[in-house]
């Protein structure tokens, strides 16, 4: 596939767009009118071709953007990479895991090539190429986790099985939802969702845990989660709270289509092979409503699913301040009929 990356800008003047090509293929969340927690959990195999799910991990147009965000979020506070010592044979599995999916699905952007232990590398849309020994650490120029964390979009978590229970015991988190790594290292599956509203009363994590516990090295599982964000902001974390939070207070009836933006997260979860543990990646699809609407159907089901969330999830997902102003802009999309179910664009 031929790939041409953006020049562009996720703060400051905030230049990121959507062709069209990539507003066609976003990964629309709601099927129906109406929103609410599920364990919706699915098989992660090959989707439509074109579709954010058609390869094991999606890259474009905006791939050399975000690494780059990144690369500047982890500049100011390298914080937002940690791993525990015990998390080695974890991190290769993840290098493994990423590189061999990229180089397999995108061959023209990158490639490897395996000799015994002594792996070479190229990541042309990023410039690097490197020699190294697989398993030695020191042959890489930081560690495994976060030398490929750096090339590949999105959050990723290492999670360490024991007790049956699942653990963050590494991440590269630089494009979160408002929550934390650091805060979050160290706690278990139900306490780092204990901030959720209605899920845990509906047995949802429970469900998933289990799950999750007993899935199997070379099955991987997805599910899609979303919110919105003001302006098209990456890190929108806790610790960077005072850049993003005022911009809440700016959207009007009138500038909703171009400020807010729906953010989808595809979740990916994979067994890895020599650690036992799960590598957890949630890949963030920013799309601004003035652009959702070139498709009138996901505006009128935005309009819908927003409108009548329930308020526990809006107060949660932190849309509250702004939420009359989008129902606003977006309810001229909506005539009342009804709407067939799927995600499906016109
Ligand atoms: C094991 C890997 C997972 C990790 C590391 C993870 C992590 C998180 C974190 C950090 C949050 C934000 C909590 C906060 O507000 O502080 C969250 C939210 C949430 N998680 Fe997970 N999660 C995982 C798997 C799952 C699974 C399998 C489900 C399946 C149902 C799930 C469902 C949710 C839901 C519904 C929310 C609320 C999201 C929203 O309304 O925007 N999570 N998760």
Known sequence: MA???????????????????????????FPE??????????????????????????V??????????????LAQDPGRYAA????????????ELIMDALANDYPEQFKLSKNG?????????????DTFTFGDRDTLPMEPFEYIGRQIQGDWTILDQRDNDLYVDAGIVTSQADWSLMFDAGMSFMQWH???PQAHEMGIFERALKYLLNMQYGSPVRRFNWTMTINPRLDTSPENYEQWGQDRNTVTPQN???????????????????????????????????????YPRWAKRMHRVLRDLHPDLAEYKGLVKYRDAAVQWLSKFDDGAPLELGTQAE
């Not at 790939?3 to 629309?28: C, G, H, Q, V, W």
């Open 3 to 29: 790939l041409a990356f953006k020049k562009e800008t996720f703060r400051d003047d905030y230049t990121y767009r959507n062709s069209p090509e990539a507003i066609r293929r976003f990964p629309f969340p």
């Open 33 to 58: 009118d109406r929103y609410m927690y599920s364990v919706n959990m699915e098989p992660h195999v090959p989707g439509a071709k074109g579709s954010a799910v058609e390869h094991i991990l999606d």
């Open 60 to 73: 474009d147009e905006h791939y050399v953007a975000e690494c780059a965000d990144k690369a500047i979020t």
């Open 84 to 95: 525990l010592p015990h998390t080695m044979d974890a991190q290769w599995d993840v290098l």
């Open 117 to 129: 232990n002594v792996w070479s590398w190229e990541n042309k849309p990023l410039n690097i190429k």
């Open 194 to 196: 204990g901030p959720v």
């Open 256 to 294: 909703a289509g171009e400020k807010v933006h729906l953010r989808v997260e595809l979740q990916t979860l994979y067994r890895l092979p020599r650690s036992n543990g799960i590598v957890f990646s949630i890949r963030c699809y920013l799309i601004s409503l003035e652009d959702l609407a070139t």
